[in-house]
């Protein structure tokens, strides 16, 4: 079982989590991949313009990203993960 939007400190009292909770459920049990996979995207793009430093990412980063070619479709989904810790 998921684990409950809560756990991650999202608030129903929000009306997009709230939202977010009615159509896929509380552990988003009902999402689809294709539709995690994009949000993850689109949430991670987002995040990025808004965060506040001032500093590019660093060489290591870039160097990461220009060799995503190297994993799988699941092994990109275990890093997602893992980054997400």
Known sequence: ???PLGYFNLSHENELVKDIAETWGDGLEQLSEL???WLM???AHAAFMEE???EPQSD???EVFN???E???H???NLLQALAQ
């Open 1 to 3: 079982m998921s684990k």
């Open 35 to 37: 539709d995690a996979v």
């Open 41 to 43: 995207a689109r949430i």
């Open 52 to 54: 506040p430093s001032d």
């Open 60 to 62: 290591e980063a870039e």
């Open 67 to 69: 060799r995503l070619h």
């Open 71 to 73: 994993l799988s479709y």
């Open 75 to 77: 092994e990109k989904l």
